[in-house]
């Protein structure tokens, strides 16, 4: 069954009131998220779930000066809940004025009569509303008022404690995207338009496809091997670099840079979803081109060696 992305609280079609919804930011969409889905749905199985989250993430609105640090971006988020089995994704332009709203108001305005809720699930530390003024106590009396039931969920944990977004943010910026993969459930993608570079990786023998991170999270740099899904649904195996290119003195941002093992074609724009899944090396500067060369060369051997005795079809791909 197809699932729904509604981006106007104020405007819900019938079709989609009187759902069940998990509430949070759910960025990243890791097992912590899946087991308060799943908490949901067992809690009030006869009704299609629903998820209440928020666009930008708040911490992008109110810090704007920190690093990008998204794990997933909305495209990558509604595939990877769609695949956990929600039908509605309620995504909420949050905004000054919307982060002005008391959290009286979200309960009642947003959660009862805009979307029309029956149900909401959400972790035992989740507040909302100006200044995060709302918690768990005021959402347990409030609903109760209202006639919407609530389950508060315990986190899902492992020996290291709870599973958390910043948890697998340090794996991925440490140069663990097998570890991370374990914590997602799936491995980490990033998901961007394919830009015109310079087309130095065509006249090495390596023509690459060049994504912009953005706002994606900046993980280890270096050579990772990789998976991509193309628009079309085709998965193709593939090598990644992430960095500043220094044996060339690139000197701009950070970019992703990933060649299709045995594809050729056209990809300028677009959108690719790039599952990293393992760091073959870290970046390095080269004494010169014909060096890089070799070393490309190598790498596309050992990401193809990895990739042979691995899965490596991104969650999105299986959807």
Known sequence: MKAHLHTDWRNIPDSARGMVAALGNFDGVHLGHAHLV???????????????????HPRELFRPQDPPFRLTLPQERFAALSALGVRHVFQIGFDREFSAMSAEEFVTRVLH??????????????????????????????????????????????????????????????????????ELGRPWSIRGVVQHGDKRGRLLGFPTANIALGRHLEPARGVYAVSVRMADGQVCPGVANIGRRPTINDGQESRLEV?????????????????LHTLLRAERRFDG????????????????AYLSTHEFAPISART
């Open 113 to 182: 009569e805009g979307l029309g809720l029956h149900h909401v699930a959400c972790g035992m530390d989740f507040a909302f509303g100006h200044r995060r003024r709302g918690n768990v106590a005021f959402l347990t009396e409030r609903t109760a008022e209202l006639g919407i039931g609530l389950s508060v969920v315990p986190p899902l944990s492992d020996a290291l404690g709870p599973y958390s977004s910043s948890r697998i943010r340090r794996l991925l910026q440490d140069g663990y995207p097998e570890r991370a993969a374990e």
């Open 259 to 275: 060649h299709l093992l045995g594809f050729s074609g056209d990809l300028y724009g677009q959108t690719l979803s790039v599952a």
């Open 289 to 304: 081109l014909d060096a890089l060369k070799e070393q490309i060369a190598r790498d596309c051997t050992q990401a193809m």
């Open 38 to 56: 799943h908490a949901l749905h067992a809690a009030r199985p006869e009704r299609e779930l629903a998820v209440v989250t928020f666009e930008p």
